[in-house]
């Protein structure tokens, strides 16, 4: 028996412990050897396309369905105890406010009618050296930075005709060149959290004189209408939306929102962009049902080929889910159910 992708995605979906080449030929009693493992991993070239072909089915089931939309994040698989390389290296967590050691996944996922799917997925590595002025010490980055990222694989969504109404990303990926390329190139729209530092203008004429102002610095109509500004850089104006909000320590936010469909009002702006929390959704799955980060792999070539494995067994997860009902969190609780009645019928029989 061969190890297949097929057979990976199930045994990491199945296992509770580390995903290894040993656990996986345990659990097919030997037919799949750990030799088979190994080569499966470190042969098999899996990439964005394999995420592409897993999730295109599901796409094309609920593509026209009203509002769908496409969401750019990234998240860190923290891998503190595996070796250096250009792809497991160190990265900023901007939810932890420090650099941990992990790898940087950035995600492109589709969103309508309750089905979330990852269409496509990009490992980041950092291979370009180069001298940090503030330190002298020699430090690695990526060639490309996230918003070129960003940019390519919608560009690859626009090619494979993927049909949605809308683009949500945070700020970190709200950059001019960004909001030009869906608005004028791929004439899609967009909502997109800003920075209260983002500068723009209230008219045209002021943005023609260089007449900028912060978003912090401006004041806003009490009822909460969008106001209509003039980002710098940006070749189109965009409606612009505070929103005050309470987290859980009663501390106050705010929440800085574009958009250049003019048509909006802000309940509108605000309720679509919630559904950027889906993609935090499949960061949190991914993390706790698929074994991305239980992979003792130690190459690039491996390392990279478990974590497409892991996103494709998401995938499977969701076309469970919709099947069945429910949600991931329950899926696993019934195998884990499953597998704890199976141990403890062998713990009877093992003292019978």
Same mark, same amino acid.
């Given at each position: 028996?061969?190890? #297949?992708?097929?057979?990976?995605?199930? =045994?990491?979906?199945?296992? #509770? &412990?580390?995903?290894?080449?040993?656990?996986?030929?345990?659990?097919?009693?030997?037919?799949? $050897?750990?030799?088979?493992?190994?080569?499966?991993?470190?042969? $098999?070239?899996?990439?964005?396309?394999?995420? !592409? $072909?897993?999730?295109?089915?599901?796409?094309? &089931?609920?593509?026209?369905?009203?509002?769908?939309?496409?969401?750019?994040?990234?998240?860190?698989i923290?891998?503190?105890? %595996?070796?250096?390389?250009?792809?497991?290296? !160190?990265?900023?967590?901007?939810?932890?406010?420090? *650099?941990v050691?992990?790898?940087?996944?950035?995600?492109?996922?589709?969103?309508?009618?309750?089905?979330?799917?990852?269409?496509n997925?990009?490992?980041?590595?950092?291979?370009?050296?180069?001298?940090?002025?503030?330190?002298?010490? %020699?430090?690695?980055?990526?060639?490309? %930075?996230?918003?070129?990222? *960003? &940019?390519?694989?919608?560009?690859?969504?626009?090619?494979?005709?993927?049909?949605?109404?809308?683009?949500?990303?945070?700020? !970190?990926?709200? $950059?001019?060149?960004?909001?030009n390329?869906?608005?004028?190139?791929?004439?899609?729209?967009?909502?997109?959290?800003?920075?209260?530092?983002?500068?723009?203008?209230?008219?045209?004429?002021?943005?023609?004189?260089?007449?900028?102002?912060?978003?912090?610095?401006?004041? =806003?109509?009490?009822?909460?209408?969008?106001?209509?500004?003039?980002?710098?850089?940006?070749?189109?104006?965009?409606?612009?939306?505070?929103?005050?909000f #309470?987290?859980?320590?009663?501390?106050?936010?705010?929440? =800085?929102?574009?958009?250049?469909?003019?048509?909006?009002?802000? *309940?509108?702006?605000? *309720?679509?962009y919630?559904?950027? !929390?889906?993609?935090?959704?499949?960061?949190?799955?991914?993390?706790?049902? #698929?074994?991305?980060?239980?992979?003792?792999?130690?190459?690039?070539?491996?390392?990279?080929?478990?974590?497409?494995?892991?996103?494709?067994?998401?995938?499977?997860?969701?076309?469970?889910k919709?099947?069945?009902?429910?949600?991931?969190?329950?899926?696993?609780?019934?195998?884990?159910?499953?597998?704890?009645?199976?141990?403890? %019928?062998?713990?009877?029989?093992?003292?019978?």
């Open positions: 028996m061969d190890c #297949t992708l097929d057979r990976y995605i199930d =045994y990491l979906l199945a296992t #509770t &412990r580390s995903a290894t080449a040993t656990g996986m030929s345990e659990l097919f009693d030997g037919e799949i $050897s750990h030799d088979k493992v190994t080569r499966f991993l470190s042969a $098999s070239y899996l990439d964005s396309t394999t995420i !592409w $072909s897993r999730a295109k089915p599901l796409v094309r &089931r609920y593509e026209h369905a009203a509002n769908a939309v496409l969401i750019a994040d990234d998240t860190i923290e891998k503190a105890h %595996t070796d250096e390389n250009a792809m497991v290296c !160190w990265h900023f967590d901007h939810s932890k406010g420090r *650099t050691k992990g790898v940087n996944l950035l995600s492109l996922l589709f969103d309508a009618a309750g089905v979330s799917v990852p269409i997925a990009h490992l980041v590595e950092k291979t370009e050296g180069y001298v940090d002025q503030k330190t002298g010490q %020699t430090k690695y980055r990526s060639l490309q %930075t996230k918003n070129e990222m *960003t &940019r390519a694989m919608l560009l690859l969504a626009h090619a494979q005709n993927i049909q949605y109404r809308y683009v949500l990303v945070d700020s !970190w990926f709200s $950059s001019a060149e960004t909001m390329f869906i608005h004028d190139d791929l004439k899609k729209h967009y909502i997109m959290a800003v920075e209260s530092s983002r500068t723009v203008a209230l008219s045209e004429p002021d943005k023609l004189n260089g007449i900028f102002h912060r978003l912090d610095s401006l004041s =806003y109509p009490e009822d909460g209408t969008p106001v209509r500004v003039y980002p710098r850089s940006v070749k189109h104006p965009v409606l612009l939306v505070r929103q005050v #309470t987290n859980k320590d009663d501390s106050t936010g705010i929440l =800085y929102l574009v958009s250049d469909d003019i048509e909006l009002d802000a *309940t509108q702006m605000t *309720t679509i919630k559904r950027r !929390w889906k993609v935090e959704e499949y960061h949190k799955s991914l993390k706790q049902h #698929t074994a991305i980060a239980k992979s003792p792999t130690k190459t690039i070539q491996t390392q990279a080929n478990h974590l497409y494995a892991s996103i494709a067994a998401f995938i499977k997860l969701e076309t469970i919709l099947k069945f009902g429910g949600n991931h969190f329950s899926i696993t609780a019934i195998l884990t159910a499953i597998a704890t009645k199976a141990a403890f %019928t062998a713990l009877g029989q093992l003292f019978a």
